[in-house]
């Protein structure tokens, strides 16, 4: 059975991996494009929630929202779930600077999808990628991909076709959770 | 007459910068304790209004809130609004690993105080201090203040007695401007 699932983001870039990840699932994505609102939280768990119950109860139907996060060990989880304001103002730049003459690289990159039903119950699937912040920006830009050696592997996520990064992402995990979920429930 | 306004933070600092600024003008802080919800936004304005409505929906009676911020130029505001966020990740030493080789160091203090009404309306007042970020940490620490000098001084703030400080603050502005409306209105 063709299922058909709802995800909420104003990030076009997101819509193409999620639908990319789910084409494989016999899942059909449609994009509600808006702009998501989030709390200020330290816990991408609780923003993605707290955005997904916003969005339902805006739009009276159920929804899923996807936050990430990249969060660097020896920069205390920086810069954590506030991503997109850290990529407009330092940027991987900035991030790299910080990582000057550190030996300690270790970062995980985390998803979580939230997905709200129209009574406002929201379940939460988390998926991570462990690896490195490599020594400079390598691959195509977006977001904290140029910088992200994912365990293993030689490449940055900006250097892998779509097929692999996706493969080794933690949307991709996220997601896959959350799929299997909903296949039985609904 | 004295006058009494209620002020919700769970940061004691603030509180008490707060109630030495106002004890010059015959106004009394009472202090309501709880972590006011914050929204992500790059705009402080934005983010006090929406915790100052947020605070009275539960508390049902008249509140002011007070959000700031230390805008870095060079660094396209970052910080911003982000700052308790930053001071617990990369801090203080974080921000002068970023500024290391930066000749342009001009930064903005921003305080904004969203005082918000029983009726669920909303009045924003701003004030601003202008200053640069010094070459290393100095003074007792504070959030930003052990890295930033106000224009004209040689100081950092947190190098300042305390009604040093408070005189040239963006706090201290926006408090001002918010009392002499106050006043009119109360």
């Known amino acids: 059975m063709h299922t058909k699932i709802k995800f909420a983001t104003s990030n076009f870039h997101k819509v193409s991996e999620v639908k990319e990840i789910l084409s494989h699932h016999s899942i059909s994505v449609e994009h509600i494009n808006l702009k998501v609102p989030e709390i200020q939280s330290d816990n991408l768990e609780e923003i993605a929630k707290a955005s997904s119950i916003e969005v339902v109860k805006r ?14 060990k020896n920069l205390n989880g920086f810069p954590g779930p506030y991503s997109s304001y850290v990529l407009k103002t330092i940027g991987n730049t900035g991030i790299l600077k910080l990582m000057i003459n550190i030996k300690e690289r270790e970062a995980t990159f985390k998803s979580v999808i939230a997905f709200c039903n129209e009574k406002l119950s929201s379940n939460i699937f988390v998926g991570e990628a462990y690896g490195i912040i490599s020594e400079e920006k390598r691959g195509k830009i977006w977001g904290f991909d140029p910088i992200f050696i994912p365990k293993g592997m030689k490449e940055t996520f900006a250097e892998m076709p779509v097929k692999k990064k996706n493969d080794l ?4 995990k996220a997601l896959e959770k959350f799929v299997s979920w909903y296949k039985n429930r609904y």
Do not use: A, T, Y
């Open 59 to 72: 739009e009276h139907i159920p929804i899923f929202v996807e936050d990430s996060g990249l969060f660097i």
């Open 169 to 172: 992402s933690h949307r991709k």
